[in-house]
């Protein structure tokens, strides 16, 4: 592929000539829009199972979907500069149809996981969980006590409603871990410890000084505990076998928000992975805008994300989604780098508008 680099003033531009095809998956989109670097947005035409393909020829693009329905709208959208396949379906509305039932008993009061959902058993250790799909999942209680104590059912088939019993007498006490912490203010810190299976995401509490985790005789080889500090709008997460290390802080972002983009500055020593901007605006329906810049199209575009006038997109028509000036709203931000199974760090913030 033949790159062309060019300079305009004292700003460096990259042009790729031959480009290269992008394929965007929008299911139920009833308009997909594209822009080319930094160029005017467009609208592509999708063929009928919602596909669209495009050239791009610049080193950086948008790609974005209006969609809209009897409740909400929406308007998700990717800035990247990566070739493949970009995915933007719309939300479902149809009903979900398949719910499957965990019902059981175990110590009152306990708190009951499964599928990363969780309930807490009542005074008699009656719980009823629901699944929407068939497979294969683990059900964990974690038993009220000082300290805590874990139970746990591995790698059921569910298929229909199920009866899983997590009886007291079968858990395991838990151990206290006082991980240390570098660039936390002890007066807002909360630590918390979590249980990754390879079906499940698991809870395992929070405290402001101590974390509890199962001991190595209640794992399987293929978990993956982990123990987190939360400080200032920032997480950092490592992994249990990492426990005698310190969990390091990053610095709290700072960042400025308007109704083109949302500027920000984080830690320099983080590789951060994605970033990603949610906008929801209130007036007779509710709108979002939600927005995720790759690593690839900061380090050419900077930290900041574009948010699009949603209604100045050719192919918007009234019904499609509409950040709506001077009405209520709300908006997060975060910058991440990791998955939250062991090794997680990010940075975010969220508030609440007068008006947009």
């Known amino acids: 592929m033949k790159i062309a680099w060019c300079l305009l003033a004292a700003t460096g531009c990259a042009t790729i000539d031959d480009g290269f095809s992008l394929q965007i998956e929008a299911r139920d989109a009833p308009v997909v829009v594209f822009r080319d670097g930094d160029g005017p947005w467009q609208e592509l035409a999708t063929t009928p199972d919602g596909t669209a393909y495009v050239q791009v020829h610049e080193p950086m693009y948008g790609v974005g979907a209006l969609c809209g329905n009897a409740i909400s709208t929406s308007a998700p959208f990717i800035f990247d500069t990566q070739p493949g396949t970009v995915f933007l379906s719309c939300p479902v509305t149809t009903a979900i149809t398949t719910t499957l039932h965990v019902r059981g008993t175990t110590e009152p ?79 807002t810190l909360e630590l918390s410890s979590d249980l990754n299976t390879p079906t499940d995401w698991i809870s395992l509490g929070s405290s402001p000084n101590a974390v509890y985790v199962p001991p190595s005789t209640f794992l399987a080889p293929t978990d993956r505990p982990a123990i987190a500090a939360r400080d200032h709008g920032c997480v950092r997460q490592h992994a249990l076998s990492e426990a005698n290390e310190p969990l390091v802080m990053p610095a709290p972002l700072e960042y400025s928000l308007d109704r083109t983009q949302l500027a920000w500055t984080s830690d320099a020593s983080v590789a951060w992975d994605s970033a990603i901007l949610e906008v929801e605006s209130f007036d007779s329906e509710t709108s979002r805008y939600s927005a995720y810049a790759s690593a690839s199209y900061r380090a050419l575009a900077g930290d900041a994300i574009p948010i699009v006038a949603l209604d100045a997109l050719p192919g918007w028509t009234p019904g499609l989604a509409r950040l709506s000036p001077d009405k209520p709203a709300r908006f997060s931000f975060a910058v991440s780098r990791g998955s939250y199974d062991g090794d997680h760090t990010s940075c975010g913030t969220n508030a609440q508008l007068d008006r947009w």
Do not use: C
Request: charged share 20%; no cysteine.
């Open 109 to 187: 009061m306990a708190m009951v996981w499964i599928d990363g959902d969780s309930q807490r058993a009542d005074a008699a250790g009656a719980f009823d969980l629901t699944l929407y799909e068939q497979g294969l999942h683990d059900v964990v209680a974690i038993l009220p006590s000082t300290p805590p104590r874990i139970v746990a059912k591995r790698a059921i088939a569910f298929s229909g409603d199920t009866l899983v019993d997590l009886p007291a007498t079968g858990a395991t006490e838990m151990t206290a871990l006082y991980p240390m912490v570098v660039g936390a203010d002890p007066a």
